[in-house]
Structure formats: structure tokens, C-alpha cells
């Protein structure tokens, strides 16, 4: 994979970014698999370093997969390597998350569609249109999420329960559902963030309650399926959680874990909120039924647990929860509730669809 370098100083360092040494460009990213500990960049000099990143989750999260796609088109562009090639590797890397695909083929379209002696300069501009307009939906799905809050749970003092990491780890903004956690607390109606550890890789009680810290937020970890407990003693005003994918029923992949936090949702009466940037609506996939969930290796199972030698594991990265399950989705171009197919296919066309 690409070189780990430690910062000397206590900045914070960007999930993504492009820069350019004496040596040629890189893409730099900040290295997920080392959180909270230590934060390190992974610098990636070639397409097969980027592959390498996404796939070990060094670099995750479905919209800023999208913008690291289209930024490793750039690189294999700007560093003479076979574009078409670089774009299948990367394409290929996660099949769940759509926003990989996504990001691949539009900084690829850029570079067909230019004069050859300006396409590695098309293709890194259509990167960074890419990451900019991400970070345009994260504040414009915070302003939603947050107006949809004040509905579903009048009077503030908000309770909120997520899973998994939804935050600026995986944007080029301030994130999806983490983003709209975010503004609540900014405007003092956050009461408690409850982190799910998110099992197996523990993205909430690694990555999430990273982030809830470096914001001041009130936050406490529970382990998964401590959620239960919490509905029962009417702890949870909304559920809110991203997504990877989006069929065009509404069906919704995320990581798993997230469908059986729906269906305590729905049993206790508490909304089930699904954030996510129409970038992650699929609507060539008709329902969840046709959403390929990816299986990760054992030993993200066997090796955290200490589990006996040769055990075998089930490890889906994602599981699908049905639309009928979730009270809203939440996107830059406005919020889809109840979720209809049509309702889906009208926001994704840029027509705002209102919420009852």
C-alpha cells in the first residue's frame, strides 16, 4: 500500500487531498484504520495503492469513496498510467458502496470527453467538482435533517441513536448523518449522541466517537445489541444512520447492524432516519433484493473476538433495510416521507419532495 507518514503538530488532518510534490502527485489520505490513536496520513503515489486503501478501509464511507474514485482517475492520468485500466480496479475495489462506481465514471467521462493533451488536467478538475459538490450536500442535508428533527421531535433536547460513522471521515463535508447530529449540537438541542460500536470493526467506537469528542458533544458508547434496552426505556427520540446504497424502492444497505436498529424502531414507535447525498440512490437497482452485499474476511470476526483456531465467521459488510422501515431520507435536494419509489426518483431529479 502507499507510505504512512505521522504529522508533527496536532492539526487535524483531511480525510482526502490532492497535492502535488517536486516527485509528482499524490493523493493523501487519512488513514481510518489507525484512528483514534494516531492520526497518520496514507499517502498513495498509484491507482493500485488507492485499491489497496479501500479495500483494507483505510479510506470508507460511501461519498468519499466516490471522491477518492474519481480522484485515483486523476492519478493514474496525471502519472501516465492506462486510465481505463485504473478505472476497473477502482471501480471494483467495494461493490456495495455505489458512490465508488460513481465517482470512477465521472472523472473518466471528463477524461474521454477532453483533448488528450488536457485530460489528466479534466479529470483532476471533475475530481474536485465532485468533492466540492459533496461538501454543498452535507450542509444542505444538515439544514434538512435538522428541519425534519424539529418535526418528528418537537422541543429539542434531542436523543439520537446512530451506527456505524457517518461524520467528515466519510465526506467531503461535515458528513450525512453525523452532519445533522452535528447541527443540533451546534444549535444546543443535542441531549446525547448513543454511538453504536458497530461491530465487527467498531467504526462507531473508533471513528465516531472520535469525531463526537473532537466536537464537544455529549456522547455515550453502547455496545450493538445494548440498543434494545434503550428503546424499552424510552431513551431514543430518532434513529439516524447513512447509507451505501439506495435502491430505487427506498431499500437501504448500510452497515450491518442497521436493520434490526430499524426494527426496534419501528416496534417502539421512534423514527428511523436515513441521511444520505442522492450520489447514493441507485435507481438502475429496482430493489434491495438487487443490492450486492459485500462479505468481508473471517478474521475481522475471528481475530477481534479471539475466537478458537479455525472457526469460521459470517461477515456481511452491510445488511438492507426495507423502505417500509424507514420514516425518511434525508438529501441535499430535500426529504422523501413517507419513502415511495416515486418520491425517491423525484428528489434525485432535483425536485424538493415535501414531508407528511
Not at 94 to 99: G, K, M, Q
Not at 166 to 177: H, I
Not at 300 to 320: M, S
Amino acid at each position: 500500500m502507499g507510505d504512512h507518514v505521522t504529522r508533527p503538530d496536532d492539526a487535524a488532518i483531511p480525510t482526502l487531498c490532492w497535492e502535488e510534490p517536486p516527485d509528482g502527485p499524490v493523493l493523501v489520505l487519512l488513514d481510518q484504520t489507525r484512528l483514534p490513536h494516531e492520526e497518520v496520513e496514507l499517502v498513495c503515489t498509484d491507482v493500485q495503492a488507492l485499491v489497496g486503501a479501500i479495500s483494507s478501509l483505510a479510506v470508507r464511507g460511501a461519498p468519499v469513496l466516490g471522491i477518492a474514485g474519481a480522484y485515483g482517475v486523476a492519478l493514474a492520468a496525471a502519472r501516465g498510467y492506462d486510465v481505463e485500466e485504473a478505472a476497473e480496479l477502482l471501480a471494483q475495489a467495494r461493490p456495495t458502496a455505489v458512490n465508488l462506481a460513481y465517482g470512477v465514471r465521472r472523472a473518466v467521462a471528463a477524461y474521454r470527453a477532453a483533448d488528450p493533451d488536457r485530460a489528466p488536467a479534466v479529470a483532476l478538475a471533475e475530481a474536485r467538482a465532485l468533492h466540492a459538490e459533496d461538501a454543498a450536500a452535507s450542509a444542505a442535508m444538515a439544514a434538512h435533517g435538522q428541519r425534519l428533527l424539529a418535526e418528528l421531535a418537537p422541543g429539542g433536547g434531542y436523543r439520537l441513536l446512530t451506527h456505524c460513522n457517518t461524520g467528515a471521515l466519510v465526506s467531503g463535508g461535515e458528513g450525512t448523518a453525523f452532519g445533522v447530529v452535528l447541527a443540533a449540537h451546534r444549535a444546543g438541542e443535542l441531549r446525547r449522541l448513543w454511538v453504536d460500536e458497530t461491530r465487527p470493526l467498531l467504526q462507531g467506537s473508533r471513528l465516531t466517537a472520535y469525531e463526537a469528542a473532537r466536537a464537544g458533544m455529549p456522547y455515550t458508547l453502547l455496545a450493538d445489541n445494548a440498543a434494545g434496552s434503550l428503546f424499552t426505556a424510552g431513551e431514543v427520540d430518532a434513529v439516524l444512520v447513512g447509507a451505501d446504497r439506495i435502491a430505487a424502492d427506498g431499500s437501504t444497505a448500510n452497515k450491518v447492524g442497521t436493520y434490526p436498529l430499524a426494527v426496534l424502531a419501528a416496534y417502539h414507535h421512534v423514527p428511523f432516519v436515513v441521511v444520505a447525498p442522492t450520489t447514493t440512490v441507485d435507481l438502475a437497482t429496482p430493489d434491495g433484493a438487487g443490492i450486492e452485499v459485500e462479505q468481508r474476511p473471517a478474521g475481522e470476526v475471528t481475530e477481534l473476538a479471539r475466537a478458537p483456531l479455525g472457526a469460521q465467521a459470517y461477515n456481511p459488510a452491510f445488511d438492507v433495510t426495507p423502505a417500509e422501515l424507514i420514516t425518511a431520507i434525508v438529501t441535499e435536494n430535500g426529504t422523501v416521507s413517507p419513502v415511495t419509489a416515486d418520491g425517491l426518483a423525484a428528489v434525485c431529479a432535483g425536485r424538493k419532495s415535501s414531508t407528511g
